[in-house]
């Protein structure tokens, strides 16, 4: 293990898996432009929340027909909108393999009490068996576990003859993955995430037959105003065209827009999708050539390009006691972050204990490049504080 720090840094340490970076070049001054101090629902200030929507569209080529809304409270706002007005028509699959998985598993059996709920859940690295997903029944699950680095390889999994609708958390997959859209009933992301935009609100995707669920299904349990996506048995299509359940922050949304423009300006969702992978391919390489971290995902077909998670398999490391393993995976990320080589790279706090690098298209390569021998640093450090 290296004991002198590296020569270089990354020339943006910003690593965290949400708030993302902002996109190479953000400086405030790009929200000059921003709608403030009048109303959204102003001829202005509506089209800037429409041009959100139309930007994000067309760059994530939404199929026809699909309806694309901001929505309240980020992407749980989202999600749960979507499952306290969907769910309880028929039976559901919840899947869950990290801790925002297992969130909606919570809402959908404590709070909604659905009894005809199915959970297929697997551990910190590993996938349910997606093959038992019944095309009968809804399903729920994140399209990238954020907290263990797990997504789903495909959609292969999803049948195109289903009856059940797809319920599906992409939030931290979104504008850097592809999506099989046809096959996802719901889709739901923030801004902050991989185009590194402001935290506030939620967008909500839904296909046609959700659509449909939505106005013939009444569900047994009372919807709050910022949930409620229909007026009188039909859908609410104003909310899909920018007119807001209620009132959005106006510089989150120029902030939205600046990193659509972006994401355009740079050759929109190919380059973005080569952006994470490249920043995916970073770490594999350097994986491969340590002996004492790996990957928290077991099959490299799940290995997430956006919330890259590492855990340490150095045998010292592995035959310490828990409580020592989560300290000594902590303190790495915090010599990296005092060195001001990286930032907010220590593992969720649900998760087991490693480190966690976002590498989502506002991340460039070099900066990652740059990083990983901090890790090597810092991980020395540790080690050889601790006596070894
Ligand atoms: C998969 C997933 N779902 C939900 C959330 C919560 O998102 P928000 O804070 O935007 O509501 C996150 C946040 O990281 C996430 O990664």
């Not at 749960?80 to 028509?89: K, V």
């Not at 099989?180 to 506030?200: I, N, R, Y």
């Amino acid at each position: 293990m290296p004991l002198a720090p590296p020569k270089t840094r990354p020339h943006n340490p910003c690593f965290s898996s949400g708030p993302c970076a902002k996109r190479p070049g953000w400086c405030p001054e790009a929200l000059g432009d921003a709608w403030l101090g009048r109303s959204h629902r102003a001829k202005g200030g509506k089209a800037r929340l429409a041009e959100v929507i139309a930007r994000s569209r067309s760059i994530l080529g939404l199929p026809d027909g699909y309806r694309l809304a901001i929505v309240p409270a980020s992407d749980t706002g989202a999600v749960e909108m979507a499952l306290w007005s969907l769910l309880g028509a028929r039976g559901v699959d919840m899947l869950a393999w990290e801790s925002f998985g297992s969130g909606w598993v919570t809402d959908a059996a404590k709070q909604l009490k659905l009894n005809d709920m199915r959970i297929m859940q697997a551990d910190y690295g590993k996938l349910p068996d997606l093959s038992k997903v019944d095309r009968m029944r809804d399903a729920v699950f994140t399209w990238n576990g954020t907290t263990s680095g797990v997504r789903v390889p495909n959609g292969d999994w999803i049948a195109d003859s289903r009856a059940g609708l797809t319920i599906c958390d992409a939030t931290s997959a979104v504008f850097a993955m592809d999506l099989p859209w046809a096959k996802l009933d719901v889709v739901t992301w923030s801004w902050q995430k991989v185009l590194g935009g402001e935290a506030a609100h939620g967008m909500l995707a839904l296909s046609p037959r959700a659509v449909e669920r939505l106005e013939t299904y009444r569900p047994a349990w009372p919807l709050p105003k910022i949930f409620r996506l229909t007026k009188d048995g039909k859908l609410n299509e104003e909310v899909f065209t920018g007119a807001t359940i209620n009132t959005p922050s106006m510089l989150c949304v120029e902030d939205a827009l600046d990193s659509l423009r972006w994401a355009e300006e740079i050759g929109g969702l190919p380059a973005l999708i080569a952006r994470a992978e490249a920043n995916l391919a970073v770490v594999a390489d350097w994986v491969a050539a340590r002996e004492w971290v790996d990957f928290l995902a077991e099959d490299p077909a799940t290995r997430s390009c956006t919330s890259i998670c590492l855990k340490i398999v150095d045998p010292w490391f592995q035959a310490l006691p828990a409580p020592e393993q989560a300290a000594a995976a902590k303190a790495v990320a915090a010599h990296v972050e005092k060195a001001e080589a990286g930032y907010d790279i220590a593992a969720y706090r649900e998760a087991p204990p490693g480190l966690r690098i976002w590498g989502g298209a506002t991340v460039a390569r070099e900066d990652m490049q740059a990083l990983l021998p901090w890790l090597d640093w810092a991980y020395g450090k540790v080690k050889g504080a601790r006596g070894k």
